[in-house]
């Protein structure tokens, strides 16, 4: 994670080897923003149409620092519209910047920041920008493109002490972020059940949360139907892993259940060969929750947090659960599964039964669960599904963090699609509405807690090009809106 660090001196007083300037589409072309950030001989000297330079979001072009100026290179990051310059546009804008200065040591962000709102934005996209996943490349390659690894923002509001509480929490929901970027990224051979539990407790270790973890004895005993009928196929066992952090006097009492399959084939229900490589980030929620709530418990947020992560791998072998088994998950339920790569929703039930047999206030789940959401809503925009308030609660949440949710409703006739003829519900129904019906497959085991399922299916591995803060492969999302989402109880205190 690089160093970040405020600044309010003249720019031209700054040594760094990349300085950061925004460029805002406006009526009358391209320009500088804020234009009084550089001298007027640099200044001067940057013509933005001849260097192409369009302002356009997610356009990052370099060129040298010149004379005037102590930075070796001028980095000018596209900020869209004037009218637009949003938080969102500025994190952005930053990340953008950051992304692309791979194997640069130092940069000093300079865009428009004179709002608390607008620094934390910028702090929080630069960090978010500067990634890399370098786990698996060897010799010069495992160095190569290394992130920034200081970054400083200038603002006039630098030493107040608002703006370094906004820093710190920048960093924190950064490094959370890019925890869970490196768990999605991580080899399926390498994360599996048990070794993302161990992972889990090494991260809790010296932090005021506790780890229980359930294998396969504890999961038999407890009636963890839906663990262990996926865990059938693999050799390597499931896995519930409970994380609780538990402040003093608590403004709300909130569990967090992620779905964690370290890889999905579909099991007996096997996937196309194509594209399955990407089945290693279907443990993508299970990662967001660990790294919320260790993001809430550094935050010290005054809310009770249970994390429940669902871990299983979901293998074909002559052991596999097959399509017609009726299993039991926790609480009795039983369930026909008619399709086995239909596995999340299976963990899940698990999860939410346990998780509600706590009596929390809410109950939020997230999961790479369908691939009906990418056909609704496409690879960057996530659903968010559940009762009313809390799913208005959870998109508000998402709007103050940056990530895009779209709230998605739960219509009672999709229902019946899932009634089953030997169990008391089959886990597939309709094949049209896909994503919902698998939400109300969920909402059979939230009993009456408050409750949201989000649906994190496309946008939590990005298969494209990168872009914004956003990098190729695991991307974190889901971390941001949950721990926002706690926040809103700190806020009611």
């Known amino acids: 994670m690089a160093d970040l660090s405020f600044t309010s001196k003249d720019l ?16 009358a072309g391209p320009a500088l923003s804020p234009s009084d950030a550089l ?10 149409t001849l260097l192409g330079v369009s302002g356009a979001p997610d356009t990052v072009t370099r060129i040298p620092g010149g004379t005037g100026l102590g930075a070796k290179i001028i980095v000018l990051t596209g900020l869209g519209a004037v009218a637009s310059l949003t938080p969102e546009a500025l994190r952005r804008a930053a990340g953008a910047a950051t992304r692309t200065l791979g194997g640069v040591a130092s940069a000093v962000i300079a865009l428009p920041a004179g709002e608390e709102h607008d620094v934390a934005a910028v702090a929080e996209g630069a960090l978010l920008g500067a990634y890399a996943f370098r786990t698996y490349r060897t010799g010069e390659a495992a160095t190569a493109g290394t992130p920034l690894t200081s970054i400083t ?8 002490a608002r703006v370094k509480a906004a820093g710190e929490r920048a960093r924190v929901v950064a490094d959370a972020v890019h925890a869970t970027r490196d768990l999605v990224n991580t ?21 005021s949360i506790k780890v229980t973890v359930l294998d396969e004895k504890a999961l038999t005993a407890g009636g963890y139907g839906g663990l262990l009928g996926v865990g059938l196929g693999s050799t390597r066992g499931p896995r519930l892993v409970k994380l609780s952090y538990t402040p003093a006097r608590p403004a709300a009492k909130i569990a967090l259940v992620g779905k964690g399959i370290t890889f999905d084939s579909g099991g007996i229900s096997i996937k196309p060969a194509k594209g399955m490589e990407a089945m290693k980030s279907d443990m993508a929620g299970a990662a967001a929750v660990l790294h919320t709530v260790l993001a809430a418990a550094k935050l010290g947020l005054p809310v009770a947090v249970t994390g429940w992560l669902c871990l299983a791998e979901n293998m ?31 963990v899940l039930a698990d999860g939410l039964v346990a998780a509600g047999e706590e009596n929390p206030d809410v109950i939020l789940d997230i999961a790479t669960l369908t691939g009906a959401q990418m056909v609704a809503l496409g690879t960057r925009v996530s659903a968010v599904m559940g009762s009313d308030d809390v799913r208005a609660a959870v998109t508000a949440a998402a709007g103050e963090s940056g990530e895009q949710f779209w709230p998605m409703p739960l219509p009672t006739e999709l ?61 974190g999302v889901g971390v941001r809106t949950m721990l926002s989402y706690l926040e809103t109880f700190t806020k009611k205190k």
Request: overall charge negative; proline content about 7%.
């Open 316 to 346: 074909p072998s002559g052991t596999a659960q097959r399509p017609s088994d009726v299993i039991t998950v926790r609480g009795g339920t039983t369930v026909e599964v008619l399709n086995t790569d239909a596995e999340g929703r299976l």
């Open 12 to 27: 031209s007083s700054l040594t760094t080897d990349a300085l950061v300037i925004g460029v805002v589409q406006t009526p």
């Open 187 to 207: 080899a399926p051979n390498d994360l599996f059940p048990a070794a993302f539990a161990e992972i889990a407790k090494t991260a809790a270790k010296g932090t």
């Open 39 to 48: 001298p007027e001989a640099v200044r001067k000297n940057i013509d933005l």
């Open 153 to 160: 923002i200038s603002t006039p509001l630098a030493g107040q």
């Open 415 to 475: 229902r019946a699609s899932m009634d089953s003829a030997v169990a008391d519900i089959a886990n597939i129904g309709d094949r049209f509405g896909g994503m919902l019906v698998a939400g109300l497959f969920l909402k059979e085991f939230t009993g009456s807690t408050p409750w949201a399922h989000l649906d994190i299916a496309g946008p939590s591995f990005n298969e494209g090009s990168a872009h914004g803060y956003t990098p190729v492969g695991g991307t």
